[in-house]
Nanobody, 127 residues
Framework: QVQLVESGGGLVQAGGSLRLSCASSGSTFSSRAMGWFRQAPGKEREFIAAIRWGGGITDYADSVKGRFTISRDNAKNTVYLQMNSLKAEDTAVYYC????????????????????WGQGTQVTVSS
C-alpha cells in the first residue's frame, strides 16, 4: 500500500510563492502518475495538476496554468507543487494523490482515477 504525506503549506502574502511536497511510501512511486487537488471551504475538491509516471508529461487546471509547476523526484519518492504569484482564491487545503501503476488516461482531472490520497496541507494566502 501507499502512504502519502504532504508538507510545505502555510500562510503567505498575495503575490508570494510556496512549494508543497508530497512524500510517498512504497516501491511503486516511479510507476504512478501523481496529482494535486485542492478544496476550499464550502467548495468541491478541484483538480490542480498531474504528472505522468516517470515524469515528463504534465497537465494543469486553467486557473493555475503559468503560475504552478508540478514536478517529481523518483529517487526521493517525492512530488512537488511550486506555487508562484499566489492569490487569495488559492486558499485551500491541498491534497496529493497517487494514480494506478503505469496508468495515464486521457484525463487525470477526476479524483476517481487516483488510488491513494494524503491528509492534505493548508495553504492560506492573505491579501
Amino acid at each position: 500500500q501507499v502512504q502519502l504525506v504532504e508538507s510545505g503549506g502555510g500562510l503567505v502574502q498575495a503575490g508570494g510563492s510556496l512549494r508543497l511536497s508530497c512524500a510517498s511510501s512504497g516501491s511503486t512511486f516511479s510507476s504512478r502518475a501523481m496529482g494535486w487537488f485542492r478544496q476550499a471551504p464550502g467548495k468541491e475538491r478541484e483538480f490542480i495538476a498531474a504528472i505522468r509516471w516517470g515524469g515528463g508529461i504534465t497537465d494543469y487546471a486553467d486557473s493555475v496554468k503559468g503560475r504552478f509547476t508540478i514536478s517529481r523526484d523518483n529517487a526521493k519518492n517525492t512530488v512537488y507543487l511550486q506555487m508562484n504569484s499566489l492569490k487569495a482564491e488559492d486558499t485551500a487545503v491541498y491534497y496529493c494523490a497517487a494514480g494506478a501503476v503505469r496508468g495515464w488516461p486521457l484525463s487525470y482531472r477526476s479524483g476517481s482515477l487516483y488510488e491513494y490520497w494524503g491528509q492534505g496541507t493548508q495553504v492560506t494566502v492573505s491579501s
